[in-house]
Nanobody
Framework: QVQLVESGGGLVQPGGSLRLSCVAS????????MGWYRRAPGKQRELVAH??????TYVDSVKGRFTISRDNAKNTVYLQMNTLKPEDTAVYYC????????WGQGTQVTVSS
């Protein structure tokens, strides 16, 4: 059974940065496209970034500000978030793409002054 554990969220002021981590167990992420998703209050969960075989893709709203990376040896995926905006406030989750594993608890990111 695959388990995903996200961490690194918190409260940050607009313009600040956070680095999220996601550790997977019960599988080897090397063979999968991995992504970061987020669910903002009152909205559906959306895929914001994903990575596979060295390539990365971002939704327009985070391009140039977020960077997804992975350490396959550690079975871990990261999301570096810079120049954060209030509209980035959401619970952030990782999963493969498309998402077929059970969702983790996510990590809350709140951008507010």
């Amino acid at each position: 059974q695959v388990q995903l554990v996200e961490s690194g969220g918190g409260l940050v002021q607009p313009g600040g940065s956070l680095r999220l981590s996601c550790v997977a167990s019960g599988t080897i992420i090397t063979w999968y496209t991995m992504g970061w998703y987020r669910r903002a209050p009152g909205k559906q969960r959306e895929l914001v970034a994903h990575t596979t075989s060295g390539s990365t893709t971002y939704v327009d709203s985070v391009k140039g500000r977020f960077t997804i990376s992975r350490d396959n040896a550690k079975n871990t995926v990261y999301l570096q978030m810079n120049t954060l905006k209030p509209e980035d406030t959401a619970v952030y989750y990782c999963n493969n793409v498309p998402a077929v594993w059970a969702w983790g608890q996510g990590t809350q990111v709140t951008v507010s002054s």
